[in-house]
């Protein structure tokens, strides 16, 4: 079965300083990746994803992520932190064939806070 | 036009009771989903469903029950409910053609509490 790990459970930044929430995946095959993102007392919103035309995927609301094979990683980044950033962040995964495809599977979220 | 709706928005109940979840797209899709985001925001799959197939996660109590309508609609049934239950359900959709493209969208998602 596919997991998810996202280190760290809460993030604090200074505003206009670097984002990176961390994210790791467990398969034996690459899966598709996956960034959400969830404001306060909101749904989820896709921030970007990876499907394997390009390691580096840019998002929406100035976001990236690198696929990283060889560390099984999909760690998230932004150049500078804006206080709007603040909310929770969580990462996904769903395989590529199987059962299961249609699933995505979640990392337990990262909370941002940024400090002004 | 909001893409996945549901309703309602907050919904507070006694334990033992029956109550339902609905949950709209406008999207198209073939596909939807409902997720459980537990007090610690974990957010686990509780069905995938099209026309054609339901998978069920083998960990949800058979106390809950997708029923679905339509292709755009697909409410969540709870019989006798518990007060571990309390949560906020999320309703998401996507294509469901399993490839790259698929993303999953989704609703704002509905707070249950259970007294």
């Known amino acids: 079965a596919q997991s998810v790990t996202q280190l760290g459970s809460h993030v604090s930044v200074s505003e206009g300083a670097l984002v990176l929430l961390r994210c790791n995946y467990s398969?034996?095959?690459?899966?598709?990746l996956f960034w959400y993102v969830q404001y306060p007392n909101q749904g989820l919103q896709l921030l970007l994803k990876?499907?394997?035309?390009?390691?580096l995927v840019k998002g929406i609301n100035g976001f990236e992520a690198e696929f990283k094979k060889s560390e099984t990683s999909f760690h998230l980044t932004k150049p500078s932190a804006h206080m709007s950033d603040a909310a929770e962040y969580f990462c996904?995964?769903?395989?590529?064939?199987?059962?299961?495809?249609?699933?995505?599977?979640f990392g337990k979220g990262t909370k941002l806070s940024v400090i002004p | 036009d909001t893409a996945v709706s549901q309703t309602p928005k907050y919904l507070v109940t006694q334990m033992g009771n029956d109550k339902s979840i609905k949950c709209e797209q406008n999207?198209?899709?073939?596909?939807m989903y409902w997720y459980k985001q537990d007090s610690k925001k974990f957010l686990k799959i509780m069905f995938s469903?099209?026309?054609?197939?339901?998978?069920i996660n083998e960990t949800v109590p058979n106390r809950f029950s997708p029923k679905s309508p339509d292709k755009a609609h697909l409410n969540l049934h709870i019989n006798s409910l518990e007060l571990g239950d309390s949560a906020v359900y999320f309703c998401?959709?996507?294509?469901?053609?399993?490839?790259?493209?698929?993303?999953?969208?989704f609703g704002p998602g509905t707070r249950l509490t259970v007294l």
């Open positions: 998401a959709s996507s294509q469901g053609d399993r490839t790259f493209a698929d993303t999953q969208y």
């Open positions: 398969s034996s095959v690459p899966p598709y």
């Open positions: 990876y499907t394997s035309a390009a390691t």
């Open positions: 996904a995964v769903r395989p590529r064939s199987g059962a299961g495809s249609y699933q995505l599977t």
């Open positions: 999207l198209g899709h073939d596909t």
């Open positions: 469903y099209n026309n054609k197939e339901l998978i």
